[in-house]
Nanobody, 119 residues
Framework: QVQLVESGGGLVQAGGSLRLACSYS????????MGWFRQAPGKEREFVAA????????SYADSVKGRFTISRDNAKNTVYLQMNSLKFEDTAVYFC????????????WGQGTQVTVSS
């Protein structure tokens, strides 16, 4: 059974930093690409960042490029999202997800962690 649990959210002032963590339980974490998504109130869920199985390839939404960094530790079955220079518009619930081995579908999701940036 695959389970994803996010942590590290909270309230931070604009310009501050947070590091989110997503703990993975289940088989073969190191075989899968992982991603972070977010959903702000009244908006659709949007892509934030993704990382391939070994951390050798990453991608980011334009809105977070240069401010956020995705990384993973396969020994700890954990993926991280370091968020710097936070803006009010980064306020959202952040979700981690596991991507299928082949393709771009994310088929397992965590419950999310709230990030609130005060202006």
């Amino acid at each position: 059974q695959v389970q994803l649990v996010e942590s590290g959210g909270g309230l931070v002032q604009a310009g501050g930093s947070l590091r989110l963590a997503c703990s993975y339980s289940g088989r073969a974490f190191s075989s899968y690409g992982m991603g972070w998504f977010r959903q702000a109130p009244g908006k659709e869920r949007e892509f934030v960042a993704a990382i391939n199985w070994n951390g050798g390839s990453t991608s980011y939404a334009d809105s977070v490029k240069g401010r956020f960094t995705i990384s993973r530790d396969n020994a700890k079955n954990t993926v991280y999202l370091q968020m710097n220079s936070l803006k009010f518009e980064d306020t959202a619930v952040y979700f981690c997800a596991r991507r299928e081995i082949i393709g771009t579908i994310y088929n397992y999701w965590g419950q999310g962690t709230q990030v609130t940036v005060s202006s």
